[in-house]
């Protein structure tokens, strides 16, 4: 008898001399059937703890995103901060040129009348 024969006569109740008379053709004996139900019962085990640790993870991860967005608004309001007070020295520059400009002109317009006067003592004298 081949390993085939055997198989069908093991597992086909209608066969001739099957041990399995009443057995379903295909069912798994019941040790394969404990084997299969324990590798199960570690595979949800194993699921278990992996998922454990996928929530782990996630709550670190949303924690680093969390501190970055801390950081990054602190940043965002460092800048703004900075950008307002170069505004504000730009025009303080602004108005010292203008000043600066002004006190020149008057510089100018008095070295002017310093020199007529000049001229008219040298011119008399």
Not at 61 to 90: H, M, Y
């Amino acid at each position: 008898m081949t390993e085939s024969d055997k198989f069908m006569t093991e597992s086909d109740p209608r066969a001739e001399g099957s041990k399995a008379a009443g057995k379903v053709r295909g069912m798994a004996s019941l040790e394969d059937l404990e084997a299969r139900v324990t590798a199960l019962e570690e595979q949800g085990r194993q699921t278990r703890q992996d998922a454990a640790a996928a929530r782990i993870l996630a709550g670190a991860a949303d924690r680093d995103v969390s501190d970055f967005k801390q950081t990054l608004n602190g940043n965002t309001q460092v800048l703004n901060a900075l950008r307002e007070t170069q505004i504000e020295q730009g025009q303080e520059i602004v108005d010292l040129r203008a000043e600066m400009r002004s006190g020149f002109t008057k510089i100018n317009i008095n070295m002017e009348q310093i020199s007529r006067l000049l001229q008219q003592v040298v011119e008399k004298g």
